[in-house]
């Protein structure tokens, strides 16, 4: 069992969290909701959603936006050094098992959004030729 420094230390770093994973628990620490961050940045839902999603990354202008509404450095965001959220106070550690399920969880919804994404395409490719031989 680890102590809890360690799992402090680690809740949001990079090996353990993605950028998204550190913006929404940013957002979501400050009761923010996606819709809320979207217009006070100046973006569309689908865009916070995306990076939140890890299938997009904001522009240098809008991360140091992101950073000021949210209250945490820059670093923090994109790598989780720095100023930023500690590990929630209440939870116990996450034992290997559960951390490994999580990590899995996160990439099998990445891979989802990517393979979503490339659906839409071959969709929009499809009607195209459709229309042509139409």
Partial sequence: MTDMTDDASDWYSEETAT??????????????????????????????????????????????????????S??????GQGDGLDAPADE???????RQVLTEIRQVKTEMGRLSDRLGILEKRLRHTLKEHG
């Avoid at 990076?51 to 904001?58: I, K, N, V």
């Fill in 19 to 72: 950028f998204g994973d550190r913006l929404a628990g940013a957002r979501e620490a400050l009761g923010m909701t996606q819709t809320e961050l979207a217009k006070r940045l100046g973006v569309k839902l689908k865009t916070v959603r995306a990076w939140e999603e890890d299938l997009a990354e904001p522009r240098a202008n809008k991360l140091q936006m992101l950073a000021g509404v949210l209250n945490v």
């Fill in 92 to 98: 116990a550690p996450l034992s290997g098992d559960v």
């Fill in 74 to 79: 820059m670093m923090w965001l994109l790598n």
